[in-house]
């Protein structure tokens, strides 16, 4: 490095930033270890603020344009520096460019469902997406509370800070709403809009505007969109049993273009059951019609018949009147056969029918003194004192008297 060089990369003549990126809110000039010259030519370009930065201070902040750096455009500098008058000597601080264009890139989205009350649907769960723009509209509060001495504070940085935020802001947005779910997408732009006020009022201590809010979508759980969707279908089927006739005709014309195999039995079965309704409407057109009472004037009156009877058809030549058929008379329920329950050595036995219990009394397990019982007895009985079981012990001979 020649001596020129040296001398040169002291001082510095111009300082300016070219922003070749997108997400760039911040950009700190690096000036390392040289010293600004006065007289420098500093250039701040449209949507950018020079802000010089002195020992952690803010100091002078500059707006667009083209400036010859001197103690004259630098009061807050030249204080802090001590210059009470005119100093031309380098000196050294920091300069910071702020983008105070709208970013646009900003995408926001709930994680978790938002719980809300819905006059139709009652408590139901949804989902919110879409985009904001955010500005800087005061470089110093934003470099004093979010940037510090970052060199190049970029969207990133912030993105999830805000996306915690507007989360935090849009379920208490749409509750104040008051506006049933399906009609939220009526409603996205005013209620984007009150949430950009409501954002830029909380970001106003970092500097920070939020321009434009866009609600993209608002979405329901799957379930409770699938049962929309049906709803929906069914209005847009319209009379259902109308419906029904037109897919059988569409059914009946599919199978009779399918030559052979199933598609004949079914255009066959399709075919029988239109021919018996054609032959039922058939019947009814030639159905001789019935007069109704009460009796027409001219009509003869039968003897023995009453002239005005509801109900009562006159008899015509070749026509049987129909006599109302009787409903078949239901067979009687079967009989049950009587169960019995008999204390056989100090324990409950059976049930016993009939021929069972005479089978006990026979092998000597009942005798006449042993207890029984059915259902409809009051109580437990000795069996001979049983009227229904004294023909079972008419064949047992009694016990034999005692021999002396």
Do not use: C
């Not at 847009?236 to 005709?249: H, M, R």
């Not at 329950?341 to 029918?353: T, V, Y």
């Amino acid at each position: 490095m020649g001596l020129w060089d040296k001398v040169k990369g002291e001082f510095i003549d111009i300082i300016e930033w070219l922003d070749d990126s997108r997400d760039t809110i911040v950009w700190r000039f690096p000036r390392y270890q040289n010293e600004i010259k006065m007289g420098a030519k500093l250039v701040v370009r449209e949507s950018q603020v020079a802000v010089f930065v002195n020992e952690g201070q803010v100091a002078d902040v500059f707006v667009p344009g083209t400036y010859t750096l001197q103690t004259q455009n630098m009061p807050i500098l030249s204080t802090l520096k001590g210059w009470k008058y005119g100093f031309d000597s380098p000196w050294k601080a920091e300069v910071y460019y702020v983008n105070t264009r709208q970013f646009t890139d900003f995408k926001w989205g709930t994680q978790n469902p938002i719980m809300m009350r819905d006059a139709e649907f009652g408590m139901v769960r949804i989902r919110a997406f879409g985009a904001y723009a955010l500005r800087v509209v005061h470089p110093e509060n934003l470099l004093k509370q979010l940037v510090g001495t970052d060199p190049q504070f970029r969207t990133e940085e912030v993105s999830e800070f805000l996306r915690q935020l507007i989360v935090g802001h849009l379920g208490p947005s749409l509750a104040a709403a008051q506006v049933p779910v399906l009609d939220l997408v009526s409603q996205q732009l005013l209620i984007g809009q009150k949430l950009a006020g409501v954002l830029t009022q909380e970001l106003a201590e970092y500097g920070i505007q939020i321009p434009k809010f866009i609600i993209e979508n608002i979405s329901l759980p799957p379930e409770v969109e699938e049962a929309i969707d049906k709803r929906t279908s069914m209005g847009a089927l319209g009379n259902l049993d109308q419906y029904t006739k037109f897919q059988a005709a569409n059914a009946m014309e599919a199978a009779a273009n399918n030559q052979g195999g199933a598609g004949e039995g079914f255009g066959l079965g399709l075919g029988m059951a239109a021919a018996q309704q054609v032959a039922a409407s058939m019947n009814a057109a030639q159905r001789p019609q019935q007069p109704q009472y009460p009796q027409q004037p001219g009509y003869p009156q039968q003897p023995g018949y009453p002239a005005q009877q509801p109900g009562y058809a006159p008899q015509q030549p070749g026509y049987a009147p129909q006599q109302p058929q009787m409903p078949a008379a239901a067979p009687p329920p079967i009989p049950q056969p009587e169960q019995w329950f008999a204390a056989i050595n100090g324990a409950q036995a059976g049930p016993f029918d009939r021929n069972a219990l005479a089978g006990q009394v026979q092998a000597g397990a009942i005798s006449r003194d042993t207890l029984v019982w059915k259902n409809g007895m009051a109580a437990w009985t000795a069996a001979a004192q049983v009227p229904e079981l004294g023909a079972l012990f008419g064949a047992v001979p009694p016990p034999l008297p005692p021999m002396g």
